[in-house]
């Protein structure tokens, strides 16, 4: 395999950071910008002990350019009330990267942001729950603390970009004089999903060096360079919920019981009693406690009221939804309704839709086919083929 120096205008291969065609053909001020954000000195490199960033960090160095890796603290035992070896922040976690970082011969930090963490994503996943809607951590994690707060890190430590091992590509549009979210090379891998509401200073500081690999392709330079995590299995769960139960972590967390309330139909008859609404999610159908005679799913989360609406599948699809809070990346504002694709959750398929803005911080969003269980407080995502246009929070 072959790399790059840090001083090539193009920086390509396993470092896909911009791709221009023609670069005569850029414009003067467009050339000035290029060159300020391209010319790259020193990266501070995200390591989570997986071998991922494990990959990142050895293609940063092999490029020819100063690394450092960085692996960030996000809790203690204490906080989440578990045993931390089973979360992707273990010791063991913690070990593997400082490993894989003294092997490449790079400096090695671990960095505490369990207080930004404890309000950022945790106290925004438990209000979210409580507020009859389902979250999404990840988002808020790469929102608030990877891409925010390690950023700033990184400036104090005279880093000028950051890098992790998320697959997705970061390319500048010298037409719009701006920098593109796009999917990755690896459809199955892809996160883009996860990294929308990232901005242009942010993604004008960041790498992607896996955006052009396949998950294989990783493993192999792993094996490559001997790695001990090179068949590390991928983590699943939600990090600060590693056994799945995230009811039971909300009332130890908070302390405090969730208080039951009814089961109501489409109609508004009382079924049955539930066990408190952050015990439930929108489209669920399994471990309901209730029989109504056919196979029934949750329709609808009412916190005013303590109801949790049950109903037949075809009650859970609609054709529209608002977002709020939104991002947009390859373009500054919507001045008329344009043609996309969108998903309403990382799982999702994308779907074809109209997509209006229909305020400074609200896009109005019509499918042209009914989408099941779109929901309050997940984030879609919006496509132009394989450009991420924004992103923004259903309400």
Known sequence: MTYVSKNDIIIKAYINVIEVADIDSITVNNKFNLWKYIMINRVMVAMSGGVDSSVAAYLIKSSGVDAVGATLKLFSNEDIQLDRTKT???????????????RLGIPYYVFNFSDNFKEKVIGRFIATYESGGTPNP?????????????????????????????????EYDSNSDRWLLKKAADSHKDQTYVLASLNQEQLAHTLFPLGG?????????????????????????????????????????????SIPGNFIDTTGKIVGK???IIHYTLGQRKKLGVSMGR???????????????????????SKSLTARDINLIALPE??????VTA????????????????GANE???????????ITKGQSVVIYSDEVVIGSGTIV
């Open 138 to 170: 990840c988002i808020d994690c790469n929102r608030f603390i990877k891409f925010k707060q390690l950023l700033t890190r990184a400036e104090l430590m005279e880093c000028d970009h950051i890098a992790t091992g998320h697959y997705a590509r970061v």
């Open 88 to 102: 992707c922040c273990s010791l063991s976690d913690v070990e593997d990267a400082r490993s894989v970082a003294n």
């Open 274 to 276: 539930h066990k408190g």
């Open 213 to 257: 690999l396949t998950k294989s392709e990783v493993r192999q330079i792993a094996d490559e360079q001997n790695f001990l995590n090179a068949d590390k299995p991928d983590s699943q769960d939600i990090c600060f919920v590693p056994d799945g139960n995230y009811a039971r972590f909300i009332e130890e967390y908070t302390n405090h019981q």
């Open 334 to 339: 919507i001045k008329s309704p344009i043609r």
């Open 343 to 358: 998903k309403t959750r990382y799982s999702h398929k994308e779907a074809a839709a109209t997509l209006e803005q229909t």
């Open 363 to 373: 896009l109005h969003i019509e499918f042209d086919e009914p989408q099941r269980a």
């Open 295 to 317: 196979p029934i799913f949750v329709c609808n989360i009412d916190p005013q009221t303590n109801t949790v609406t049950l109903g037949d599948e075809p009650d859970l699809y």
